[in-house]
């Protein structure tokens, strides 16, 4: 899934035990896992459901004696510890929508028994599986889709608490879920693969602990997974809804997404949520809106790290930080062959919207082939930012018009970075922000490139290759050396690789 990455040209080399030590490290800081399973009680019954050979009038608590149909399963309330099985190699048709909560300890999962996973087709219907004001569940290891003749809401799974409250411990993994016909509209009306919804206008309501990971989407519209929320106003989002409820505890990583019609992946209300290792193959496919890969809107301390996005279509762009964030994380993420560019930031349309965006650190990223249809790599369209700091990225970009792009006013700082463009000379189109210690390449003429600029070849590696590994520094390249000190920086590298001094411009730190 994720490509490897070796230290190469200087010795030594950054393996997947160390990559995966390096993951462990940055994730201990964020949510625990959302639900710590204990054996389930002497009491709990595990409910089986065989749609191919099943019967509604036996017992269900066998394979022997498992049910038929999922309008059957939906009549039974779930206790704690409970499991509901489909059996795998069969189709079920409708939707499931299983009744009763679990606990902490003893959440209630949905899953298969038997070989392979069970399938469900909604054939229409509002989700496949559909997990309505309960709470503590682990669904895992099914496959899932929902197709119609024409486009309307549809989820693949839908989770959505309405005037609930908080609710807690969910755990969804190991979903194989396709071809879901949602409709083009975005939120408040949401539809995609795996979405969480905090709903009503009465009671504060959202979510705590939610871990989304190893699932894989294919042909998904609108939305491939998202955590969205009614419950949006607070003093960075002055005209949103409803009295701000964070979502907690959220972690989505690991996923593989292609050919999501709209958005990748979403992240409403999230405080210190964690979108790590996933694949975005294909993203914005059936939309003439923009979309973004990923992005967080109204979040505190989003971490958005290693995750691979590529081949957005027109006009998307593949990392975002939205408007009412603070203080988000952009790192170590490799981005490739999105035609509008890498990075969009916005804080509000206009000042009279009064949401705003501050604080927001982008580093370590490899951008290669982004704003390949003429636009900027890195985009800014709104006003209402503040604290913006952008360093030791590498670009590589041989057909954009502009490195950066800005129609508000507002004052971002770049540091560190290299910016490899047009032949014949990309734009830095983005007079009001701070450059210094940049490395631009193929820069036009009288562009604003800021101070201890160098104007020289980066000399990457291969830029040719199809891998991030083609934007690391050739020996003797302008940029090792050439770089500043950055404070809150570190301690490694996009390739794990740990800072030099004196700094390189750009992702690669190695010496």
């Given amino acids: 899934m994720f490509e490897h990455r070796s230290r190469g040209r200087r010795g030594g080399r950054w393996t997947a035990a160390a990559s995966l030590a390096a993951v462990a490290a940055l994730l201990s800081t964020g949510p625990a896992t959302a639900v710590e399973t204990k054996p389930k009680p002497l009491d709990a019954v595990t409910y089986y459901v065989d749609c191919a050979q099943g019967n509604d009038s036996a017992a269900g608590t066998s394979a022997a004696t498992a049910w038929k149909t999922l309008a059957k399963a939906n009549t039974q309330t779930l206790g704690y510890g409970e499991s509901l099985l489909i059996k795998g190699g069969t189709a079920c048709t409708g939707m499931l929508q299983p009744r009763g909560s679990g606990t902490s300890n003893y959440p209630i999962t949905i899953g298969s028994y038997g070989n392979g996973k069970g399938r469900i087709d909604a054939n229409g219907a509002l989700a496949a599986v559909y997990l309505a004001n309960v ?5 895992h290891d099914l496959e899932l889709t929902n197709t119609a003749a024409t486009p309307g809401q549809r989820f693949g799974l839908y989770a959505k608490l309405t005037d609930y409250g908080t609710g807690h ?8 879920i396709h071809d879901v016909d949602g409709e083009d509209v975005r939120f408040p009306n949401p539809n995609g693969g795996i979405v969480f919804e905090a709903a009503g206008t009465t009671k504060a309501t959202g979510f705590s602990q939610v871990s989304i990971t190893g699932n894989v989407l294919q042909s998904v519209d609108r939305t491939g997974i998202a955590a969205f929320s009614s419950w949006q106003r607070r003093a960075q989002v002055p005209g949103g809804t409803g009295t701000y409820v964070p979502i907690t505890g959220l972690m989505i990583g690991q996923n593989q997404l292609r050919d999501i019609g709209g958005d990748g992946i979403v992240v409403f209300n999230g405080q210190d949520a964690w979108v790590y290792e996933n694949l975005i193959d294909g993203f914005g496919m059936r939309t003439a809106d ?10 505190d301390r989003t971490h958005i790290e290693r995750n691979e996005i590529a081949h957005g279509r027109l006009p998307s762009l593949a990392l975002g930080v939205e408007g009412g964030s603070t203080d988000a994380y952009v790192r170590f993420n490799y981005t490739h062959d999105n035609p509008f ?15 705003t965006t501050s604080g927001a650190t982008i580093s370590y990223n490899v951008s290669r082939n982004d704003g390949g249809e003429g636009f900027a790599v890195v985009v800014t369209t709104c006003v209402n930012m503040s604290g913006i700091e952008i360093y030791n990225n590498s670009v590589y970009s041989p057909n954009a018009r502009a490195f950066t792009y800005a129609s508000g006013t507002t004052a971002l700082r770049y540091t560190n970075n290299i910016f490899s463009g047009s032949s014949s000379g990309s734009l830095v189109d983005d007079p009001y922000s701070t450059y210094r210690y940049n490395l631009f390449h193929h820069v036009a003429a ?13 000399r990457f590696v291969n830029p040719a290759l199809d891998s991030a590994d083609g934007i690391k520094l050739a020996d003797g390249s302008p940029a ?14 996009y390739w794990g690789q740990p800072m030099p001094l004196p700094r390189n411009i750009g992702a690669d730190l190695s010496p």
């Fill in 135 to 139: 709470q503590y569940y682990r669904v």
């Fill in 169 to 176: 411990g969910y755990q969804v993994s190991g979903l194989n």
């Fill in 290 to 299: 923009y979309t973004l890969g990923i992005h967080g809107w109204n979040s």
């Fill in 341 to 355: 560019g890498m990075l969009y930031i916005c804080g509000a349309n206009s000042a009279e919207e009064g949401s």
């Fill in 446 to 458: 009288g562009a604003p490139t800021g101070t201890n600029a160098v104007l020289a070849d980066p």
């Fill in 480 to 493: 090792i050396g050439a770089g500043v000190e950055v404070t809150g920086e570190g301690p490694y590298d």
